[in-house]
């Protein structure tokens, strides 16, 4: 028997007494149609006093078991499930299982419903995987929404007009009534500060997104939230139980455990090069393993064609570049963050036109070895003033406060940027842009074991951190990294019609109904220093064109 595992899925929910929820659940479904319509399920009932209603979609990458609708329904055990994700250890969970139930499928979905009937709500303790999971408990007349522990698939949600929405996606959320308004309060914490805003927070008004490694319950009445995940509890267990040099031996072992596990359940797997040290060491580690035969590797970064032989070059012009922030005009839902962004999302593309459906990330590496923190223990705490900004603006701006988790600064650091600055936006704009190229993005550094593993090891320097990669590399796979820093683009992207196009993005921005926002005096002039040649702050005027995506498409 086989089942439909997905390249990528989407979930979305309504509860509420109302009439036309099937209505409201397609029109959410529609919105992100991108996810795959290979598979549609839906499920409708009574719940508190009210109606709930599920659905899923899905695009199927690889068949390996079972093939099981979703919403899953258990009539015996009165569960339904719904799962946007990849539980990587579900036939080990199912031998153990089976001491308890009989089960009528192979699938990894129903092994999700029976860990929860006989472990509760403790059931997601035993998950290890990437997933956004709802649980409908009809015995109970409970409903779960869980992430996993560090948020690579995101689930959004809302109360509106007494009802509840969630969503894989924010604009599946207004598909289904909820008012779309941009909020300055979170867009003037990101040009002010650079900060993506608290965990739980989105760039919209009256929309929320379930934190990473939380558990959120609702009864019809209420909701509560509660944390599943403790990183904390894990660096502990093993740094009180192995020395140094056996956490170093478990750290190289887990790389290369987590990189094949990301692979085992697809035929081909994209992986694109940079001179970053992540990439870098993910690309060594998956060309020299076991399915080294389903790597398709490829770069657009500038000064790396040409110096990676094994890798297809993808050519990043300014007139594609243009094309494509259009088209996140569809679908960007916070901040992009310049070039980065724009060039991820054209190779994206380029992987899909090319029949892969999968692609690897070594997004994580970096985060777990602090390397943005060597100089700079002050970000998301330091006011950027600049002219720009009127002083509604500056009055929203709301400078970020979080609690102190780690005695060292260093470590401190690199666990706000793992787990709620940097990582998890990007984590949120790596689903979006994938999922509307037609691909499914896995992050395997982002294994809960590893980054417990990176932590748990004393901090090094940087010069230090760059030479115990570069012995892993060499011991482990014979080979050396091919390490360098891309080029900034957008400067280079000037001809080729940029210069107008940024132009009039910004003449819009000044029309637009958060022209408010801004002194139009400077923000003329940043556009004129683009488009004239002039220094200009790079930074500055990508959260300018970004802020213009949000007043796109409806």
Same mark, same amino acid.
């Given at each position: 028997?086989?089942?439909? *595992?997905?390249?990528?899925?989407?979930?979305?929910?309504?509860?509420?007494?109302?009439?036309?929820?099937?209505?409201? /659940?397609?029109?959410?479904?529609?919105?992100?149609?991108?996810?795959?319509?290979?598979?549609?399920?839906?499920?409708?009932?009574?719940?508190?006093?009210?109606?709930?209603?599920?659905?899923?979609?899905?695009?199927?990458?690889?068949?390996?078991?079972?093939d099981v609708h979703q919403p899953y329904v258990d009539e015996m055990l009165q569960l339904v499930v719904a799962l946007d994700g990849v539980i990587y250890n579900f !036939?080990?969970?199912?031998?153990?299982?089976? +001491?308890? &139930?009989?089960?009528?499928?192979?699938?990894?979905?129903?092994?999700?419903? +029976?860990?929860?009937?006989?472990?509760?709500?403790?059931?997601?303790?035993?998950?290890?995987?990437?997933?956004?999971?709802?649980?409908?408990?009809?015995?109970?007349?409970?409903?779960?929404?869980? %992430?996993?522990?560090?948020?690579?698939?995101?689930?959004?949600?809302?109360?509106?007009?007494?009802?509840?929405?969630?969503?894989?996606?924010?604009?599946?959320?207004?598909?289904?009534?909820?008012? %779309?308004? @941009?909020?300055?309060?979170?867009?003037?914490?990101?040009?002010?500060?650079?900060?993506?805003?608290?965990?739980?927070?989105?760039?919209?008004?009256?929309?929320?997104?379930?934190?990473?490694?939380? /558990?959120?319950?609702?009864?019809?009445?209420?909701?509560?939230?509660?944390?599943?995940?403790?990183?904390?509890?894990?660096?502990?267990?093993?740094?009180?139980?192995?020395?140094?040099?056996?956490?170093?031996?478990?750290?190289?072992?887990?790389?290369?455990?987590?990189?094949?596990?990301?692979?085992?359940?697809?035929?081909?797997?994209?992986?694109?090069?940079?001179?970053?040290?992540? $990439?870098?060491?993910?690309?060594?580690?998956?060309?020299?393993?076991?399915?080294?035969?389903?790597?398709?590797?490829?770069?657009?970064?500038?000064?790396?064609?040409?110096?990676?032989?094994?890798?297809?070059?993808?050519?990043?012009?300014?007139? %594609?570049?243009?094309?494509?922030?259009?088209?996140?005009?569809?679908?960007?839902?916070?901040?992009?963050?310049?070039?980065?962004? @724009?060039?991820?999302?054209?190779?994206?593309?380029?992987?899909?036109?090319?029949? @892969?459906?999968? @692609?690897?990330?070594?997004?994580?590496?970096?985060?777990?070895?602090?390397?943005?923190?060597?100089?700079?223990?002050?970000?998301?705490?330091?006011?950027?003033?600049?002219?720009?900004? $009127?002083?509604?603006?500056?009055?929203?701006?709301?400078?970020?406060?979080?609690? !102190?988790?780690?005695?060292?600064?260093?470590?401190?650091?690199? &666990?706000?940027? /793992?787990?709620?600055?940097?990582?998890?936006?990007?984590?949120?704009?790596?689903?979006?842009?994938? $999922?509307?190229a037609g691909v499914s993005v896995r992050m395997p550094f982002l294994d809960g074991r590893l980054v417990a593993l990176s932590f748990a090891l004393p901090v090094v320097?940087?010069?230090?951190?760059?030479?115990?990669?570069?012995?892993?590399?060499?011991?482990?796979?014979?080979?050396?990294?091919?390490?360098?820093?891309?080029?900034? /683009?957008?400067?280079?992207?000037?001809?080729?019609?940029?210069?107008?196009?940024?132009?009039?993005? *910004?003449?819009?921005?000044?029309? $637009?109904?958060?022209?408010?926002?801004?002194?139009?005096?400077?923000?003329?002039?940043?556009?004129?220093?683009?488009?004239?040649?002039?220094?200009?702050?790079?930074?500055?005027?990508?959260?300018?064109?970004?802020?213009?995506?949000?007043?796109?498409?409806?």
């Amino acid at each position: 028997m086989l089942l439909n *595992i997905f390249a990528m899925s989407g979930i979305v929910g309504v509860v509420g007494d109302m009439d036309d929820i099937e209505y409201r /659940l397609a029109a959410m479904l529609r919105s992100q149609k991108h996810r795959g319509g290979e598979a549609r399920g839906f499920w409708v009932s009574s719940f508190a006093e009210s109606r709930l209603g599920l659905a899923h979609c899905g695009s199927v990458v690889s068949e390996l078991e079972e093939d099981v609708h979703q919403p899953y329904v258990d009539e015996m055990l009165q569960l339904v499930v719904a799962l946007d994700g990849v539980i990587y250890n579900f !036939q080990e969970l199912r031998g153990e299982l089976q +001491k308890y &139930y009989a089960f009528e499928t192979d699938s990894s979905i129903e092994v999700v419903a +029976k860990a929860y009937k006989l472990w509760g709500e403790k059931f997601v303790l035993h998950l290890d995987g990437v997933f956004a999971l709802v649980v409908y408990d009809r015995s109970e007349d409970m409903l779960f929404l869980v %992430r996993d522990k560090f948020g690579v698939k995101p689930l959004y949600y809302a109360t509106y007009q007494g009802k509840l929405f969630f969503a894989s996606e924010v604009r599946s959320i207004f598909a289904a009534g909820v008012r %779309r308004h @941009v909020s300055i309060e979170q867009w003037a914490g990101y040009m002010l500060y650079g900060s993506y805003g608290k965990v739980y927070s989105t760039f919209w008004d009256g929309v929320n997104q379930l934190p990473a490694g939380c /558990l959120m319950r609702y009864n019809g009445y209420s909701l509560r939230e509660d944390c599943w995940y403790n990183l904390r509890d894990e660096i502990e267990c093993l740094v009180s139980n192995y020395s140094e040099d056996e956490l170093r031996a478990m750290w190289a072992e887990e790389l290369k455990t987590c990189v094949a596990r990301s692979m085992n359940d697809v035929s081909s797997c994209g992986l694109r090069v940079v001179g970053r040290i992540e $990439s870098q060491v993910l690309h060594r580690i998956a060309m020299n393993g076991q399915q080294r035969w389903k790597i398709h590797a490829f770069t657009g970064d500038i000064d790396n064609i040409g110096r990676q032989p094994l890798a297809s070059p993808v050519w990043v012009t300014g007139v %594609r570049a243009i094309e494509e922030m259009e088209q996140m005009r569809r679908w960007a839902e916070e901040p992009f963050d310049g070039s980065e962004t @724009v060039v991820r999302t054209i190779m994206f593309r380029y992987a899909r036109c090319n029949g @892969v459906r999968v @692609v690897c990330s070594g997004v994580g590496l970096d985060a777990l070895w602090q390397d943005a923190w060597d100089n700079n223990e002050f970000r998301y705490n330091r006011l950027v003033p600049h002219k720009l900004f $009127s002083p509604l603006m500056l009055r929203c701006a709301v400078r970020p406060c979080y609690e !102190q988790r780690f005695v060292g600064d260093a470590d401190q650091m690199r &666990y706000l940027d /793992l787990c709620y600055e940097r990582i998890p936006h990007i984590l949120r704009v790596f689903d979006r842009s994938a $999922s509307d190229a037609g691909v499914s993005v896995r992050m395997p550094f982002l294994d809960g074991r590893l980054v417990a593993l990176s932590f748990a090891l004393p901090v090094v320097s940087k010069r230090l951190r760059r030479s115990i990669f570069q012995s892993y590399v060499e011991q482990y796979h014979h080979c050396a990294i091919e390490r360098g820093e891309s080029l900034s /683009l957008l400067p280079m992207w000037r001809s080729n019609g940029m210069r107008d196009w940024v132009a009039e993005a *910004i003449d819009e921005l000044m029309r $637009s109904e958060v022209r408010e926002w801004f002194d139009v005096r400077q923000l003329s002039q940043l556009r004129e220093s683009f488009c004239g040649r002039s220094p200009f702050d790079v930074v500055l005027l990508w959260k300018c064109l970004s802020l213009r995506c949000q007043l796109g498409e409806e």
